[in-house]
């Protein structure tokens, strides 16, 4: 459909995430499809607010979804209308869904201490670095070779929630377990390259200012998929980040096997809003990451 391929074409010039380009052409479809009558779809210039509230009150009153999820269809529709469509859209009054008051899930030094023993290899190395370094796990999953700074101890957050970069420390404790991380991706990489492979992914139009940039290791990510694959966009050969499932996948079972009787996923080892938690500087000196902390106290 011309519309989806020029919404995503609109995504893709501001430089969005490959999540959030399907997450928005995934809202679209329902909105079309919500108001398709006799198997015909209208095109959005047909409709207008009185459609986006329709469509927005029956995710609230016969889906009962989340006030973020509304929110987020909600955001889809108005990039649509405004920066593809060049279209405003005016005040939108549909029924909102509530947003739930919840606790935070938190966790103490010793359930953290157990949830971690209950991982191994990569993923723990992973996991200790959320916890330690305050990463979401899409940027534990995108962390690519040249932003590891053992050196200096810290780590380069690119293009991170809101296309913002950041720096944040690296724990003193995962500085072995990384070095060798990285010893062992330089070694996957120089076997790709024998393989006739060795390319990845690079972010916006960069592959186009250094064409040889994708085939170098500082580019490489330092938690690689298993297998290379085809990358949709280009149709080339490259060798992707672990799926952040992966992770995601393994910290549940560790918590169900610990016997933590909480709801734990990545986002507990993380920090969704860092300056809550510590404040990160360029200047590393005199703070200690919380996992050096557990460490110490632990003896670990």
């Not at 509230?53 to 009962?64: C, G, I, Q, S």
Request: glycine fraction near 6%; hydrophobic fraction near 45%.
């Amino acid at each position: 459909m011309k519309l989806l391929d020029e919404l995503r074409q609109a995504i893709r010039v501001r430089h969005y995430s490959r999540t959030t380009e399907q997450t928005y052409v995934g809202w679209i479809k329902r909105y079309l499809r919500f108001h398709a009558a006799d198997g015909r779809w209208r095109h959005p210039r047909e409709m207008g607010a009185p459609e986006v509230e329709a469509f927005l009150t029956h995710l609230a009153v016969a889906r009962r979804v989340a006030a973020s999820t509304q929110n987020q269809a909600l955001n889809a529709i108005i990039f649509l209308y405004r920066r593809v469509l060049d279209i405003e859209l005016g005040d939108i009054s549909a029924v909102r869904a509530r947003r739930p008051r919840r606790l935070p899930v938190v966790l103490s030094r010793d359930e953290v201490t157990t949830l971690l023993d209950g991982l191994c290899g990569t993923r723990r190395l992973m996991a200790q670095l959320m916890y330690g370094s305050g990463l979401r796990v899409s940027e534990v999953c995108g962390l690519r070779v040249k932003d590891v700074d053992l050196q200096r101890q810290q780590i380069m957050v690119r293009q991170a929630k809101g296309n913002k970069d950041r720096v944040v420390m690296l724990p003193q404790a995962v500085v072995p377990a990384l070095q060798t991380q990285l010893n062992r991706r330089a070694t996957l990489h120089r076997q790709d390259l024998c393989l006739g492979y060795g390319r990845v992914v690079l972010p916006a139009a960069f592959a186009r200012k250094d064409t040889g940039a994708a085939m170098r290791l500082n580019w490489q990510f330092v938690f690689p998929a298993v297998r290379v694959g085809v990358y949709a966009q280009t149709g080339e050969i490259v060798r992707h980040h672990l799926h952040p499932t992966a992770i995601q996948r393994a910290v549940s079972l560790a918590a169900a096997a610990s016997g933590i009787g909480k709801r734990i996923t990545c986002h507990t080892l993380g920090h969704s809003k860092l300056e809550t938690t510590m404040i990160y500087t360029h200047v590393m000196t005199g703070v200690r990451s919380p996992l050096d902390t557990l460490a110490a106290l632990t003896g670990a």
